[in-house]
C-alpha cells in the first residue's frame, strides 16, 4: 500500500510511514472533500438535465409539437381514444429538493414549469374520476387575486384527488388534502418548512400514481 500523505510504497500492515511519520490507517482528507465534490457534481447534473428537458419541453409545446396537451397553459384535454389515454408516459421521479433548487436557480420560473406539468400528468392518470384539476392560468391568477389563499385550496383539493384516487391503483395514502393544507397554513410558523412538507407530500403522491399510471399503460 502507499502513504496516503506521502506516497510512499509502505508494506502492509505498517502502522506508521517511515518517511513521514503518517499513521497508514489515517482518513484521507481530501479523499473525503473529492466524495463530497463529487456528490456536488452529481446533484448539479441531474439539476442541470431537469432544467434542460423543461425548456425542451417549453420549446416542443411553442412549437406545436406537445402531444399530451393542446391548451396550452390552460391545461386543456387530452386526446383520447374510448377514454384511455395512449402512447404517454408520466413523469415518476419529481423531487422537491430538485424543485427548490431549479425554482432558486431560475428566480420562479421553473416553478410555474413544474406546476403546469404536474397538472397535466394528475389529469391524466385520474381522468375518468368526474373531477379535473385546475390548469395553471386558473392557479395562478386566483392565488394572485385572493392572496394565496386559492393556492391553498388548490393543494387541498388536490390533496385529496390523489387520496381518493389511490385505491384505483392498488395503494392507499396516509396523507389526503386536510393533511396537506395544515401543512401549508399552521406549518408555515414552524420557522417556515411547512409548505416544503407539503408540496413533499403532494410530490410524493403524484409520483406513486403516475408510476403506477405508467405500469398500467
Not at 54 to 61: E, H, K, L, P, R
Not at 117 to 133: P, R
Not at 184 to 209: D, Q, Y
Request: net charge neutral; with cysteine; glycine share 12%.
Amino acid at each position: 500500500m502507499f502513504c496516503k500523505k506521502c506516497g510512499t510504497q509502505i508494506p502492509d500492515g505498517t502502522k506508521f510511514c517511515p518517511t513521514c511519520g503518517e499513521p497508514a490507517n489515517s482518513v484521507n482528507l481530501k479523499d473525503l472533500g473529492q466524495g463530497a465534490v463529487d456528490a456536488a457534481n452529481s446533484a448539479f447534473n441531474s439539476a442541470e438535465n431537469e432544467l434542460r428537458n423543461a425548456a425542451q419541453d417549453v420549446a416542443n409545446g411553442l412549437n406545436g409539437n406537445n402531444q399530451s396537451f393542446n391548451g396550452g397553459f390552460n391545461g386543456g384535454n387530452v386526446g383520447n381514444n374510448g377514454g384511455q389515454y395512449t402512447g404517454i408516459k408520466l413523469k415518476e421521479d419529481r423531487s422537491i429538493v430538485m424543485y427548490i433548487l431549479l425554482t432558486i436557480v431560475t428566480c420562479g420560473i421553473y416553478s410555474i414549469y413544474f406546476v403546469y406539468k404536474l397538472i397535466q400528468d394528475v389529469n391524466i392518470a385520474m381522468a375518468g374520476d368526474g373531477e379535473e384539476t385546475p390548469g395553471i392560468v386558473k392557479y395562478l391568477l386566483l392565488s394572485i387575486i385572493t392572496c394565496g389563499i386559492y393556492g391553498w385550496y388548490w393543494m387541498y383539493c388536490l390533496g385529496n384527488r390523489l387520496a381518493n384516487n389511490a385505491p384505483r391503483y392498488g395503494m392507499q395514502f396516509q396523507e389526503n388534502g386536510t393533511t396537506v393544507l395544515l401543512w401549508f397554513i399552521l406549518g408555515s410558523f414552524l420557522c417556515g418548512v411547512g409548505p416544503i412538507i407539503g408540496w413533499h407530500i403532494i410530490i410524493k403522491n403524484t409520483n406513486a400514481i403516475c408510476a403506477a399510471y405508467n405500469r398500467a399503460n
